[in-house]
């Protein structure tokens, strides 16, 4: 399940470098899953902040103790849904189009939230708005995502992996 639903680690080693502006800077990891993305670009990264959010309290745990484990200080997890958080407390964004879980037949992670392809359009819109609210220079690395699920004022910088992997920045 790890190659359909959390982040190679040599993605995170190409991302992390292109979110990661300045010291202090905090990257939300949307969808963050069991935490892979966050704990690599934390351990790599050490002067920025990474946050994770995920809708499933068993995989925050394990992305808490993974970062507990490695001693990392620099890494939070935050049990919610992406619809509920205020991302203008972020600075940069990385999406490993989490929603897609929404539109599997098979290989789904659990059952233990609900699936359907209104969810999928629903927090893609909510993805869109929030992501349309930053301000200019907001960086945004995407893996697996349609371009029309980014708002038109971010322009594509850079992409590798056969461009499944597209660096984004607000212009406007």
Known sequence: MAHRHWTPLQITQMVAPFLVTH???KVLDIGSGV???CV?????????TFYGVEQRKD????????ST???LQNVHFIHSNITDLDFSQYDHFYFFNSFY??????????ENITHSTWL???YHKQLY????????????????CLNNKIPPDYHVVDSKVDTLLKFWIKVL
Do not use: C, Q, S, W
Request: proline share 5%; aromatic share 12%; net charge positive.
């Open 129 to 144: 708005k929030k992501l349309d609210g930053m301000p200019a220079g907001t960086r945004v690395a995407t893996f697996h």
């Open 120 to 122: 999928f359009n629903y």
């Open 35 to 37: 935490g892979k993305f």
């Open 59 to 66: 995989l925050i745990d394990h992305a808490k103790k993974a």
């Open 101 to 110: 879980e929404n539109l599997m037949t098979n290989d789904k992670i659990d």
């Open 40 to 48: 690599a670009g934390a351990y790599y990264k050490p002067y920025a």
């Open 23 to 25: 010291p202090g800077v």
């Open 69 to 71: 484990t490695l001693g």
